[in-house]
């Protein structure tokens, strides 16, 4: 979560700014900016939209995104899901956005877009209701269930520990 969000330039301006010196495909993963007040407030590549059963992963390769799998149960992603460019994680990956626990370290952000009217105003997950945190929860406890692959779901961490994340894959 992010506060100071109203000095950010507006999304197209980060993604062109991000873009705009190339003369060649952008890697989504190398070339794409973390942006300028990362840890805080950052850019995030969305690989999964809301509702959907359909798990796109980065090709680590080639830069693009690809179906992974299909979800083997009615269990749909509940909201926006992807990563952040320019960080790297303990599993070999950039750092997920949508702070959980999988396994090995696997940690995920809950974000906001600055550009959104209605969480832009957030700044903590305890601004949250309940039900949204429960959904959320309840979406990686069950997604993988029926792959036959246990998911822990330990915390929800402050914004504090979501910035160290980010600072420490960076």
């Avoid at 939209?49 to 269990?75: A, F």
């Avoid at 949508?98 to 396994?103: D, N």
């Avoid at 029926?146 to 779901?153: G, L, P, S, W, Y």
């Amino acid at each position: 979560m992010a506060e100071g969000k109203k000095d950010s330039p507006k999304l197209n301006q980060r993604m062109v700014s991000s873009l705009s010196k190339r003369t060649a495909a952008a890697h989504s993963w190398h070339d794409l900016e973390i942006g300028p007040e990362a840890p805080l407030i950052f850019n995030a590549v969305v690989e999964i939209t809301k509702g959907s059963k359909v798990k796109y992963e980065l090709d680590k390769k080639t830069g693009m995104i690809k179906v992974d799998r299909i979800l083997y149960s009615s269990v749909v992603y509940p909201h926006n899901y992807g990563f952040v460019p320019r960080t790297l994680c303990e599993d070999g990956d950039p750092i997920d956005v949508l702070v959980l626990m999988q396994g090995e370290k696997d940690d995920k952000l809950i974000a906001v877009c600055v550009d959104d009217p209605e969480y832009r105003h957030l700044n903590d997950l305890k601004e949250l209701s309940p039900h949204r945190l429960a959904e959320i929860r309840r979406f990686f406890e069950d997604y993988k269930k029926n792959e036959n692959k246990e998911v822990a779901v330990n915390d929800f961490l402050p914004p504090e520990t979501a910035q160290a994340a980010i600072k420490h894959s960076m």
